[in-house]
């Protein structure tokens, strides 16, 4: 059993503060009240408290030291989040961050000691946050860990054994090529759901069709043009499967923008035309998403 941090309480993090506490003892790192408990759902099923110890930032220096730490904020607000906790880090900590896009590896990398492991975990657990205090789980799709140090490559069968209390949870030892696979996914699903407030499935229609293939081309070019091997009808497969598998879903950015909170475009669409200009590939499509869904936000 491991002493857990679990950084952020959005659904995400709820839906990890759930299913890690079977195993291990989870505290978890909010912003909002600390007395208040919070609550999980299974769709359409009775809610339970969840098991996790409430703390704000004050009382980071008050927790015993942490085994494992899980950032499960959204992309621009890691290193935020990474500065808050990273006093109170021992030096074999663990550190696993997991949000939609491209992005903060290298960053946080270079703010660790060699001893101190950081991994990313990819998801496709669904849900969405019915209270500020409570998650409707809606999906079960993998989770995949990968190391991205050598700290974390060597302790990836424990942290495996840590995180197998997720569903559908494996490992995988090129976890950059599955971020783009992932990030594919969000490119042809979040602004275009956001732009048109729409629900996932309902991109099928045809009239979304060119624009997707639009934009997965371009982003299928910077990502070979980076040694990712990533073909252009793979991604549309695994893109219209997710639309399908999560027709009824609000995408996150469509939540985040219909509710008038940052998004996460900037480490997706924006990753790709930061790429393709070093890279000197034009990506008019994706920054064409960009800056609509920056007008909206």
Known sequence: MANVLIVGDGAIGLLFSHFLSAQHDITLLTRKPTLTTRFYQASNGKSHPIKARLINHKELGHSTPFDLVLITVKA????????????YLNENCQVVISHNGMGNVDELNAQLLNTQGLAFLTTRLAGFKTTPYSVNHTGNGESVLGACNAAASERLNELKQQFSYLPHFSVSDDIHSLRWQKLLVN???NPLTAIHNVKNGQLRAPQFSTRIINLLSEACL????????????????????????????????????SHNRESEIDAICGYVCEQGAKLGIKTPYNQAMLSMIKIKS
Request: charged share 20%; no cysteine; proline share 2%.
């Open 76 to 87: 621009f607000q890691v290193q935020a989040a990474f500065k808050q906790i990273k006093p």
């Open 187 to 189: 490119i042809a699903i």
């Open 222 to 257: 910077v990502a070979n043009k980076q040694g990712v091997d990533v073909k252009l009808s793979e991604a549309l497969d695994q893109a219209y499967s997710v639309m399908t598998a999560t027709a009824e879903n609000f995408s996150s950015m469509q939540q985040d923008i």
